[in-house]
């Protein structure tokens, strides 16, 4: 299998590049950058095609797929250009701008027969799906509310002015903590009420903070903060707190522990265990090729993405606003 990567920036080279590398049925046939040069230099460094343009990627047959590792602005038109020229697509998060973008992109995958995935990896993450077993489970009774926090030093201290408007830290940061959600919960979300704002100034014009409160169904409701403004520090826990006890996520002192009243306290170890400030590596990429192999549904669909970029949309309006947004129905 074929797989072309559009945009060869630090997510392409942490995650993507390897992981295509390494894959045992796939190969990294291209690379695709706006700056030729540093595409040029990525071939060189995985002996790969290069690509001056994008139509060049469509109309070559030897490519099966492609990754998208662009700003989000451009995901939409890149997305649906590789699906209607039936290539399958792994596109970065947040999947789209908006709501009806990530419709077009996944509309596009139905009518072309192709896959369409999300890149959302921080599902896989060993204690992320070890607190979904509990939960499920009912190993802390009937769940009632959460908190989850995740932030890292985004922003630049010197030079905010000059930070891509993209990069604001609902869609960059928020979205992976909004589809985790979705998958550990499994229930529909149906309020919103968002704060978004930077710490710099009124002047500034993205948002690299923000607060969101999610009203899901049984009532459960979850506090979410997100920050590219988090110098120095971890901060990567969720707590889930339930009838019978609570889950910690990701805290100072271990990766998961459940505590039942003061005394009882069950701390859960994992294999390959890497520090908190370490990007975790999962095998998102190879689930996308075996889905191609295979042709099955993905892990993370272009459904899941649309429900993300739902949430998004209405905690924008929520902020702009200042009020309460109820979610339309599906």
């Known amino acids: 299998m074929n797989i072309v990567l559009i945009g060869t920036g630090t997510i392409a080279h942490n995650r993507h590049l390897p992981s295509v590398k390494n894959n045992k049925t796939a190969k990294l046939y291209g690379v695709y950058n706006r700056t030729i040069e540093k595409a040029q230099q990525v071939a060189r460094q995985y002996n790969c095609k290069v690509f001056d343009d994008m139509a060049s990627i469509w109309k070559d047959n030897n490519v099966n797929a492609v990754i998208i590792c662009t700003p989000p602005s451009s995901h939409c038109d890149i997305a649906t250009q590789a699906l209607n020229a039936k290539k399958h697509v792994l596109v970065e998060k947040p999947m789209a701008m908006s709501e009806l973008e990530a419709i077009e992109m996944n ?21 992320h799906l070890k607190a979904k077993e509990l939960i499920a489970n009912g190993e802390i009774g009937d769940l009632l509310t959460f908190r989850t926090f995740l932030g890292n030093p985004g922003s630049n201290l010197q030079h905010y002015k000059q930070e891509n408007e993209w990069r604001d830290s609902l869609g960059d940061i928020g979205s992976h903590r909004l589809d985790l959600m979705n998958y550990i919960l499994e229930r529909k979300p149906n309020k919103v009420f968002g704060h978004l704002f930077n710490v710099w100034g009124i002047d500034s ?8 409160i999610i009203q899901y169904e049984d009532q459960i409701t979850g506090t979410f903060i997100f920050s590219f403004t988090s110098f120095g520090a971890n901060d990567r826990m969720t707590q889930f707190f339930g009838t019978k006890g609570k889950i910690t996520l990701y805290s100072d002192a271990a990766f998961l522990t459940v505590e039942k009243g003061i005394e009882e306290k069950q701390v859960y170890s994992f294999l390959e265990e890497l520090p908190q400030h370490k990007i975790e590596m999962t095998d998102i990429v190879d689930r996308f090729i075996s889905y191609i192999e295979k042709n099955e549904k993905p892990f993370v669909t272009g459904e899941d993405g649309i429900k993300v970029m739902r949430l998004i949309d209405a905690i924008r309006q929520s902020s702009k606003d200042g009020q309460w947004v109820t979610l339309a129905e599906e």
């Open 107 to 127: 509309e596009a995958a139905k009518s072309n027969g192709c896959i369409l995935m999300v890149s959302y990896n921080q599902r896989l993450y060993q204690p």
């Open 205 to 212: 014009y993205f948002s690299n903070n923000g607060v969101a």
